[in-house]
């Protein structure tokens, strides 16, 4: 029989999560890019790489620093290894997910000294709903996490071993955060060094300079971007402090991520099942637990939840962090549960996961309109006939059968979940399907001009620049303060300005395409009286 350290140790660890990697690289390119926050950072970091600037992030020709560069550079390097294509947007956000569940295996190992349990947190946390939508969708929070795992961890194994690398690790991932996304970026792990003390060391003499060496560090390298604009243009200080800090955070309206303030409450466990539903229907046994995890998991999972609660800015990936924390929450209820616990756990995660894979085979005959090659299937099916083999074993370490039920759900939802997106662009809000025929050879060629849509997704399939006419669509009030020149104008047209309008009429008449979602308005159907030919392309119209 197999000791305890292969099944469960690093090892097995590392086979697990690469063969997991060539799951979630599987056909990664067979969707593409999705409106909007996808689209975006896929956009940028594509004009990033072309212009080879990488301190001054662009979107379709003009500055944009509502983030730092750092997740445009990750992933403007996965386009130059792999091609400008979906593949090669994606490709680092899967390792960054590898990386995060590597993270949980070795700080679950810290905190409980177990690989088994180690092991279990890992499954977890590459099972958990949010997490899997984190590196499906190109943001910043799935490559922010992965610092902010590592700082955690860096500072944990500093607590244990208090020397100078841990530490200065820790500044060095503090530094990556706020180079991924600002102040919110230190937010989880100065709150666990609250929730789990160095037990004397941050006040040892002997480490003192360590903490004010790396301390500067920090200040270095996570200040050098923001320094570098601020001295370039004094209009960065209020622009980073006050719109991006402070409205950001009280002001829901001002980047129009405005939710009601029990989303978290809902959406967290919600996106977390099943293994929300063990902490929540096990809570009396958190009396029991260490008083040191009952501070870290205070700081890891309440105090987060309460402080994105009162913001006026939410998105569920925003507390991606807290998903690692509940990871190891879980893993500590199920390992301490009785037998006889566990036994109900694993029939209730039995029924789970088969209703879900009856649902997904059945999926093409619901009223959703939903388009799926009949062979994809096989997946589903697949995991039918995968969770009869594990009830078959169930008798046989009912804990671990218990893990292997949603790894293989997810690895199938995987594989399926691909070919999903891929035949239903609509559903996605993916503009595959327009760019494809944008690419037939009788279209092939032609300037695009869209009509008052913001559409970084195009640019982005098509690998070329766009010219947009701005009518009235908020989404187009681009900040071109910080723009030294006129030539933004280029791409940007606005009805409202008379030299655009006048401009208007010979770019339509020349070698151009007009792409409208849904119909003119009957005022500006003067736009395309110059065009001899149309298609509708779903919720789009090409004129031509």
Known sequence: ???????????????????????????????????TSEARYAEISREMLLSKDWLHPRLLGIQHFHKPPLTYMLTAAGMALFGIEEFGARFFLQVSLVLQAFLVYQTALELYKEKRMAFTAMVIYITIPAVLLSARNLTTDSFLTTFELLAIWAWIRYTVAPKAGW???????????????????????LLLVVGYKAQGHFTSKSNIPHHVAALLLFLILGASWYGYLMWQDKQFVDYFLFKHTVQRYANPATFGRSQPWWF?????????????????????????????????????????????????SKLILYILPLFSGLALLVTWVLHTLPSHAVRRVFIAFFAYFGVLAVVLTLAPLLPFGLNLPVWVLAFPLLTLGSLFIIWRRRRTGELTWLQFMPLIFTVFLVLYATHLMGANPGLVNSTANLAGVLKEE?????????YDQLLPSLAFALNRSLITIHDDNKSLERETQFEADEAWRDNLLQLSRPEDLARLPHIL?????????GALPAEKSWLKEGFEHSMEVGKWVLYY
């Open 1 to 35: 029989m197999l000791k305890e350290e292969h099944l469960y140790g690093t090892y097995a660890a590392l086979i697990l999560l690469s063969a997991f990697l060539m799951v979630l690289l599987y056909n990664l390119g067979g969707w593409g890019v999705l409106e």
């Open 167 to 189: 530490l200065y690790l820790f500044y060095t991932s503090l530094a990556l955060s706020f180079l991924t996304k600002g102040p919110v970026g230190l937010i989880f792990p």
């Open 264 to 312: 978290y409450l809902v959406l967290a466990p919600a996106l977390s099942l099943p293994w929300s539903a063990v902490v929540l229907l096990n809570l009396r046994r958190l009396k029991t637990l260490p008083g040191q995890l009952r501070r870290l998991f205070i700081c890891w999972l309440l105090v987060p939840l309460l402080f994105f609660s009162l913001s006026g």
């Open 442 to 450: 009788r279209i092939r060629g032609k300037n695009v001009v869209v």
């Open 509 to 517: 008449n020349g070698n151009t395409v007009l792409v409208v979602k």
